[in-house]
Protein backbone atom coordinates (compact mmCIF):
# COMPACT_ATOMS: atom_id res chain seq x y z
CA UNK A 1 0.00 0.00 0.00
CA UNK A 2 1.22 3.48 -1.11
CA UNK A 3 0.08 5.16 2.41
CA UNK A 4 1.96 3.39 4.93
CA UNK A 5 -0.60 2.74 8.20
CA UNK A 6 0.83 1.82 11.35
CA UNK A 7 -0.99 -1.21 13.33
CA UNK A 8 -0.62 -2.29 16.49
CA UNK A 9 -2.40 -5.20 17.44
CA UNK A 10 -2.49 -5.31 21.24
CA UNK A 11 -3.28 -8.78 23.04
CA UNK A 12 -1.57 -11.23 25.73
CA UNK A 13 -2.98 -12.54 28.78
CA UNK A 14 -6.47 -11.39 30.29
CA UNK A 15 -5.84 -9.60 33.24
CA UNK A 16 -2.19 -8.09 31.94
CA UNK A 17 -3.74 -4.76 31.17
CA UNK A 18 -4.65 -4.96 27.47
CA UNK A 19 -8.16 -2.44 28.25
CA UNK A 20 -5.26 0.35 30.02
CA UNK A 21 -3.29 -0.30 26.57
CA UNK A 22 -5.91 0.05 24.25
CA UNK A 23 -7.17 3.59 26.30
CA UNK A 24 -3.35 4.81 26.51
CA UNK A 25 -3.73 4.09 22.36
CA UNK A 26 -6.94 6.10 21.96
CA UNK A 27 -5.27 9.45 23.45
CA UNK A 28 -2.43 9.30 21.30
CA UNK A 29 -4.63 9.66 18.42
CA UNK A 30 -5.14 5.90 17.29
CA UNK A 31 -8.46 4.79 15.98
CA UNK A 32 -8.81 2.23 18.15
CA UNK A 33 -11.08 -1.04 18.34
CA UNK A 34 -11.50 -3.37 20.87
CA UNK A 35 -11.83 -7.41 20.62
CA UNK A 36 -12.26 -7.17 16.64
CA UNK A 37 -13.21 -10.62 15.30
CA UNK A 38 -9.84 -11.63 13.14
CA UNK A 39 -11.88 -12.19 10.09
CA UNK A 40 -13.13 -8.89 9.97
CA UNK A 41 -9.63 -7.66 9.75
CA UNK A 42 -8.53 -7.50 6.09
CA UNK A 43 -11.85 -6.18 5.56
CA UNK A 44 -11.41 -3.34 8.07
CA UNK A 45 -8.25 -2.18 6.98
CA UNK A 46 -9.45 -2.33 2.91
CA UNK A 47 -11.90 0.19 4.44
CA UNK A 48 -9.82 2.38 6.04
CA UNK A 49 -7.43 2.53 3.23
CA UNK A 50 -10.15 3.42 0.90
CA UNK A 51 -12.45 5.59 2.87
CA UNK A 52 -10.89 6.62 6.18
CA UNK A 53 -7.49 8.49 4.68
CA UNK A 54 -7.50 10.13 8.18
CA UNK A 55 -6.81 7.27 9.51
CA UNK A 56 -3.07 6.68 9.64
CA UNK A 57 -3.01 4.61 13.24
CA UNK A 58 -4.70 1.71 14.06
CA UNK A 59 -4.91 -0.02 17.28
CA UNK A 60 -6.66 -3.04 17.26
CA UNK A 61 -7.06 -4.96 21.12
CA UNK A 62 -8.21 -9.03 20.30
CA UNK A 63 -7.73 -11.94 23.05
CA UNK A 64 -8.96 -15.06 23.29
CA UNK A 65 -12.55 -14.01 23.96
CA UNK A 66 -12.71 -14.20 19.83
CA UNK A 67 -12.93 -17.60 19.51
CA UNK A 68 -11.33 -17.70 15.91
CA UNK A 69 -8.89 -15.67 17.24
CA UNK A 70 -6.15 -18.78 18.01
CA UNK A 71 -7.38 -20.66 14.79
CA UNK A 72 -7.21 -17.76 11.79
CA UNK A 73 -4.58 -15.23 13.18
CA UNK A 74 -1.73 -16.90 11.76
CA UNK A 75 -2.92 -17.30 8.04
CA UNK A 76 -4.57 -13.50 8.47
CA UNK A 77 -1.50 -12.01 9.21
CA UNK A 78 0.42 -13.80 7.06
CA UNK A 79 -2.12 -12.58 3.93
CA UNK A 80 -1.33 -8.92 5.55
CA UNK A 81 2.06 -9.02 5.42
CA UNK A 82 1.96 -9.88 1.91
CA UNK A 83 -0.63 -7.33 0.98
CA UNK A 84 1.97 -5.01 1.93
CA UNK A 85 0.75 -3.80 5.55
CA UNK A 86 3.39 -2.75 8.39
CA UNK A 87 2.20 -4.11 11.78
CA UNK A 88 3.31 -5.45 15.22
CA UNK A 89 1.89 -7.44 17.65
CA UNK A 90 2.02 -5.94 21.15
CA UNK A 91 2.13 -9.09 23.76
CA UNK A 92 1.15 -8.36 27.48
CA UNK A 93 1.97 -10.74 30.19
CA UNK A 94 2.18 -11.02 33.93
CA UNK A 95 2.79 -13.39 36.40
CA UNK A 96 0.03 -16.19 37.67
CA UNK A 97 0.10 -14.67 41.15
CA UNK A 98 -0.59 -10.90 40.17
CA UNK A 99 -3.36 -12.07 37.62
CA UNK A 100 -5.15 -13.96 40.43
CA UNK A 101 -5.02 -10.86 42.59
CA UNK A 102 -6.40 -8.95 39.91
CA UNK A 103 -9.37 -10.73 39.13
CA UNK A 104 -9.59 -11.70 43.04
CA UNK A 105 -9.70 -7.82 43.45
CA UNK A 106 -12.28 -6.83 40.32
CA UNK A 107 -14.38 -9.78 41.38
CA UNK A 108 -14.12 -10.29 37.60
CA UNK A 109 -14.67 -13.88 35.53
CA UNK A 110 -11.54 -14.83 33.98
CA UNK A 111 -13.20 -15.40 29.94
CA UNK A 112 -11.36 -19.06 30.68
CA UNK A 113 -12.54 -19.75 33.59
CA UNK A 114 -16.18 -20.24 34.97
CA UNK A 115 -15.63 -20.21 39.10
CA UNK A 116 -13.18 -18.71 41.71
CA UNK A 117 -11.77 -22.19 42.08
CA UNK A 118 -10.57 -22.69 38.25
CA UNK A 119 -8.91 -19.17 38.14
CA UNK A 120 -5.61 -20.65 38.23
CA UNK A 121 -6.17 -23.72 36.33
CA UNK A 122 -8.12 -20.72 33.39
CA UNK A 123 -4.69 -19.06 33.61
CA UNK A 124 -2.71 -21.46 33.18
CA UNK A 125 -4.66 -22.75 30.23
CA UNK A 126 -4.54 -19.16 28.10
CA UNK A 127 -0.82 -19.28 28.53
CA UNK A 128 -0.26 -22.14 27.22
CA UNK A 129 -2.73 -21.64 24.37
CA UNK A 130 -1.30 -18.41 23.62
CA UNK A 131 2.64 -19.07 23.68
CA UNK A 132 2.82 -18.99 19.78
CA UNK A 133 1.21 -16.07 19.68
CA UNK A 134 3.68 -14.92 21.98
CA UNK A 135 6.50 -15.77 20.09
CA UNK A 136 5.61 -14.25 17.35
CA UNK A 137 4.96 -10.77 19.24
CA UNK A 138 7.09 -8.22 18.62
CA UNK A 139 7.74 -6.52 21.63
CA UNK A 140 6.30 -8.49 24.59
CA UNK A 141 6.10 -6.06 28.31
CA UNK A 142 5.21 -8.15 31.67
CA UNK A 143 3.05 -5.47 33.69
CA UNK A 144 3.50 -7.61 36.91
CA UNK A 145 4.83 -4.84 38.51
CA UNK A 146 3.73 -2.21 36.60
CA UNK A 147 0.78 0.33 37.91
CA UNK A 148 -1.88 1.41 35.17
CA UNK A 149 -0.13 5.15 35.16
CA UNK A 150 3.23 3.95 34.59
CA UNK A 151 1.66 1.81 31.77
CA UNK A 152 -0.06 4.55 30.05
CA UNK A 153 3.61 6.58 30.40
CA UNK A 154 5.27 3.85 29.03
CA UNK A 155 3.07 3.07 25.95
CA UNK A 156 3.21 6.91 25.44
CA UNK A 157 7.08 6.84 25.21
CA UNK A 158 7.33 4.68 23.04
CA UNK A 159 3.98 4.91 20.69
CA UNK A 160 3.87 8.72 21.00
CA UNK A 161 6.94 8.98 19.56
CA UNK A 162 6.65 7.08 15.72
CA UNK A 163 7.05 8.94 12.71
CA UNK A 164 4.67 9.71 9.86
CA UNK A 165 7.67 9.02 8.09
CA UNK A 166 9.39 5.94 7.57
CA UNK A 167 12.34 7.05 9.63
CA UNK A 168 13.45 5.18 13.00
CA UNK A 169 12.30 6.77 16.21
CA UNK A 170 15.31 6.05 18.60
CA UNK A 171 14.09 6.66 22.48
CA UNK A 172 17.50 6.96 24.38
CA UNK A 173 16.26 6.82 28.81
CA UNK A 174 18.42 6.74 31.62
CA UNK A 175 17.59 5.19 34.78
CA UNK A 176 18.70 4.05 38.29
CA UNK A 177 19.59 0.22 39.17
CA UNK A 178 18.19 0.70 42.53
CA UNK A 179 14.72 1.43 41.01
CA UNK A 180 14.45 -1.65 38.38
CA UNK A 181 15.90 -1.75 35.00
CA UNK A 182 13.07 -0.49 32.47
CA UNK A 183 10.66 -3.02 31.15
CA UNK A 184 10.13 -1.21 27.75
CA UNK A 185 14.13 -1.29 26.33
CA UNK A 186 15.96 -2.90 23.82
CA UNK A 187 19.44 -1.96 24.52
CA UNK A 188 20.43 -1.69 28.18
CA UNK A 189 24.09 0.09 29.15
CA UNK A 190 25.46 0.17 32.67
CA UNK A 191 28.15 2.82 33.43
CA UNK A 192 28.05 2.83 36.88
CA UNK A 193 32.27 2.14 36.29
CA UNK A 194 32.13 5.73 35.73
CA UNK A 195 33.60 8.03 38.66
CA UNK A 196 30.45 8.97 40.81
CA UNK A 197 29.37 12.87 41.34
CA UNK A 198 27.24 12.18 43.98
CA UNK A 199 30.46 11.62 46.24
CA UNK A 200 31.05 15.02 45.28
CA UNK A 201 29.18 17.55 47.95
CA UNK A 202 28.74 20.18 45.68
CA UNK A 203 27.19 18.57 42.81
CA UNK A 204 25.18 15.84 44.88
CA UNK A 205 22.15 18.03 44.97
CA UNK A 206 22.38 19.01 41.55
CA UNK A 207 21.26 16.55 38.16
CA UNK A 208 23.16 14.75 34.72
CA UNK A 209 21.64 18.41 33.02
CA UNK A 210 23.27 20.35 35.14
CA UNK A 211 26.85 22.56 33.16
CA UNK A 212 28.39 21.30 36.18
CA UNK A 213 27.78 18.03 36.73
CA UNK A 214 28.02 16.97 33.12
CA UNK A 215 31.48 18.74 32.84
CA UNK A 216 32.50 17.17 35.40
CA UNK A 217 31.75 13.91 34.37
CA UNK A 218 32.78 14.28 30.77
CA UNK A 219 36.35 15.21 32.28
CA UNK A 220 37.14 11.60 32.49
CA UNK A 221 38.59 9.89 29.27
CA UNK A 222 36.85 6.91 29.91
CA UNK A 223 33.68 8.36 29.81
CA UNK A 224 34.42 10.44 26.52
CA UNK A 225 35.86 6.86 25.16
CA UNK A 226 32.56 5.18 26.29
CA UNK A 227 30.41 7.87 24.49
CA UNK A 228 32.24 7.44 21.32
CA UNK A 229 32.48 4.06 21.20
CA UNK A 230 29.09 3.05 22.14
CA UNK A 231 28.21 5.89 20.21
CA UNK A 232 29.77 3.85 16.76
CA UNK A 233 28.08 0.43 17.68
CA UNK A 234 24.78 2.10 17.48
CA UNK A 235 25.74 3.56 14.66
CA UNK A 236 26.43 0.21 13.03
CA UNK A 237 23.38 -1.52 14.50
CA UNK A 238 20.81 1.19 13.53
CA UNK A 239 20.93 0.87 9.57
CA UNK A 240 20.32 -3.12 10.45
CA UNK A 241 17.24 -2.47 12.60
CA UNK A 242 15.76 -0.19 9.94
CA UNK A 243 16.82 -3.14 7.61
CA UNK A 244 14.65 -5.36 9.86
CA UNK A 245 11.11 -2.50 9.53
CA UNK A 246 12.18 -1.87 12.90
CA UNK A 247 10.14 1.29 13.92
CA UNK A 248 11.75 2.48 17.25
CA UNK A 249 14.38 1.18 19.73
CA UNK A 250 15.07 2.12 23.55
CA UNK A 251 18.11 2.12 24.16
CA UNK A 252 18.53 2.38 28.16
CA UNK A 253 21.67 3.78 30.11
CA UNK A 254 21.41 3.42 34.01
CA UNK A 255 23.68 4.36 37.03
CA UNK A 256 22.91 3.91 40.38
CA UNK A 257 20.26 6.37 40.91
CA UNK A 258 19.66 7.57 37.31
CA UNK A 259 20.54 11.14 38.34
CA UNK A 260 23.91 12.04 37.76
CA UNK A 261 26.14 9.94 35.32
CA UNK A 262 23.21 8.18 33.36
CA UNK A 263 21.34 11.51 32.29
CA UNK A 264 25.05 12.74 31.11
CA UNK A 265 25.90 9.89 29.19
CA UNK A 266 22.22 9.34 27.82
CA UNK A 267 22.52 13.43 26.86
CA UNK A 268 25.74 12.69 25.19
CA UNK A 269 24.61 9.58 22.87
CA UNK A 270 21.42 11.23 21.99
CA UNK A 271 23.51 14.26 20.40
CA UNK A 272 25.59 12.43 18.32
CA UNK A 273 22.35 10.20 17.06
CA UNK A 274 21.10 13.35 16.53
CA UNK A 275 23.76 14.86 14.98
CA UNK A 276 23.49 11.77 12.12
CA UNK A 277 20.38 13.15 11.62
CA UNK A 278 18.12 10.22 13.53
CA UNK A 279 15.06 10.98 15.44
CA UNK A 280 15.82 10.63 18.66
CA UNK A 281 13.96 11.80 22.30
CA UNK A 282 15.59 11.63 25.73
CA UNK A 283 14.12 10.59 28.57
CA UNK A 284 15.32 10.71 32.46
CA UNK A 285 12.96 8.36 34.08
CA UNK A 286 14.56 8.55 37.88
CA UNK A 287 16.41 12.09 37.78
CA UNK A 288 13.92 13.55 39.93
CA UNK A 289 13.98 10.63 42.56
CA UNK A 290 15.47 10.70 45.58
Not at 94 to 104: E, F, K
Request: glycine share 8%.
Amino acid sequence: MERKVHIVVVTGLSGSGKSTAIKAFEDLGYFCIDNLPVPLLPGFLSLCERDMPDVRKIALGIDIRERAFLKDYPKIFSSLEEAGYRFEILFLEAPTDTLQRRYSQTRRVHPAATTESLLVDAIGHERAQLQALRNRADRILDTGSTSVHQLKAQLTRTYGLVNEGERLSVQVLSFGFKYGLPFEADLVVDVRFLPNPYFVEELRSLNGCSPEVSSWVLQWATARDFVADYTGLLLKLLPQYIGEGKRYLTVAVGCTGGKHRSVVIAEEIAGALKEKQYFVNVFHRDMYLE
